[in-house]
């Protein structure tokens, strides 16, 4: 990650994503971390015009967006079903009525992703269609 803001670069972490590295737990707290700053960055770079060329950079980024939202389901599950699976091998004491409630907050928050990738798709789809005058064009 680069940034021009002194006190983004100076804290700036460079964290290299590696889809195949084996489970670990600094690692995912590593990832976890990045997750928001990547989405700070954007929305910073984003509040200036210049940071999009034309219709099709935007539909591009919201692509990438939109991806990242399909997966996030993968993940809540993911996290409560490794929240029950510690409370049944007796690491963790979760009251049952908590467990439950987390677990369904978390499917909750994954379907809430699943429904902002679909406004996204559609808003994709939608510049998809637009017609951008040429260069030469008044």
């Known amino acids: 990650m680069t940034g021009t803001n002194d006190d983004y670069a100076a804290g700036a ?4 994503i590696d889809v195949r590295a084996d489970p670990d737990p600094l690692y995912v707290l590593e990832l976890a971390e990045a997750l928001p700053e990547i989405v700070r960055a954007l929305n910073h770079q984003t509040m200036h015009h210049e940071a999009l060329e034309d219709p099709g950079q935007a539909r591009e980024v919201l692509g990438h967006v ?6 996030m389901p993968q993940l809540t599950d993911q996290i409560g079903m490794w929240l029950t699976a510690e409370q049944e091998r007796g690491r963790i004491r979760i009251p049952d009525s908590v467990l439950a409630a987390c677990r369904h907050d978390l499917k909750n928050a994954g379907a809430r992703s699943e429904a902002g990738a679909l406004s996204l798709g559609r808003a994709r789809s939608l510049l998809a269609e637009l017609d ?3 260069e ?3």
């Open 13 to 16: 972490r460079h964290t290299t």
């Open 132 to 134: 951008v005058p040429g």
């Open 66 to 71: 939109m991806t990242a939202l399909e997966r």
């Open 136 to 138: 030469d064009a008044p």
